[in-house]
């Protein structure tokens, strides 16, 4: 199945939520499923965090692989202080710990974006008995360097496709490109059974799906039992991220 969602639809549902970890009060947006869940439910799950300046979310881990982009603003990830900046790619594997995550003087914004809905409570490791949820996993914990976008002209007016690895060490079905189309082009994406499934995540311009012109921050969920998808920039063209989740037993 093909999902779609609008980012601009998605951001005016924007809503005060309060984190379980810390308690401090900051702003979520669900794109697709619920917002947390404990358990197996159909479809794609997508939210939105946009932290306070200054907060800190603690190190924790998920039961679900995911993508985490991070959008807007600034901050820091892990015990040595990463710098995060608009836009950081990060890929996390089922039960792989990460953070703390401390947002700038500005906030920051990121998308948690999972293939499918599981049990993506946080399990926070100062909690007691964290170590009993622990399940086999790679516990991969990537980042990517900045992806930085191009002006609106040069994107608009782009004359090839391009594509650009984000982890080209990854040895296994897991990647995540960016593509970057001129105004109208039409890129052939990933063969979507060959993995897990992907998204397709605006990062500059518009894409273009079943007569929709979805917007920065929009997405597309194409599942793995797709036979294809195409990529198809707006009028002024698209610069996209392509996130192809490894095949995982659920």
Do not use: C
């Not at 039409?186 to 059974?193: H, L, Y």
């Amino acid at each position: 199945m093909i999902y779609t969602r609008s980012g601009a639809d998605a951001l005016a549902k924007r809503d005060v939520v309060i984190s379980p970890g810390t308690g401090n009060m900051h702003w979520g947006t669900t794109f697709f499923g619920p917002r947390s869940s404990s358990k197996a439910q159909s479809g794609p799950q997508a939210t939105m965090s946009d932290l306070q300046a200054g907060e800190t979310i603690v190190p924790h881990f998920h039961g679900v692989t995911m993508f985490q982009l991070f959008i807007a603003g600034s901050g820091t990830i892990g015990a040595r202080g990463q710098v995060l900046e608009p836009l950081t790619v990060q890929f996390k594997d089922h039960h792989t710990a990460y953070g703390p995550i401390v947002a700038g003087p500005g906030g920051l914004s990121f998308v948690a974006l999972r293939m499918y809905t599981g049990n993506s409570e946080p399990t926070y490791l100062h909690s007691e008995g964290y170590r009993d949820k622990l399940q086999p996993s790679k516990r991969r914990n990537l980042t990517s360097p900045q992806v930085r976008f191009s002006i609106e002209p040069v994107m608009q007016n782009r004359k090839e496709a391009a594509w650009e690895s984000l982890f080209p060490d990854v040895d296994d079905d897991m990647a995540a490109h960016v593509v970057r189309l001129g105004a109208g082009m039409v890129a052939k994406g990933p063969d979507p059974s060959a993995a897990g499934g992907y998204y397709v995540f605006v990062g500059n311009g518009s894409l273009l799906h079943g007569g929709e012109e979805l917007p920065l921050w929009s997405m597309v969920v194409v599942e793995n039992n797709e036979r294809e998808f195409e990529i198809r920039a707006g009028s002024k063209g698209v610069e996209a991220l392509v996130l192809q989740y490894p095949r995982e037993e659920r």
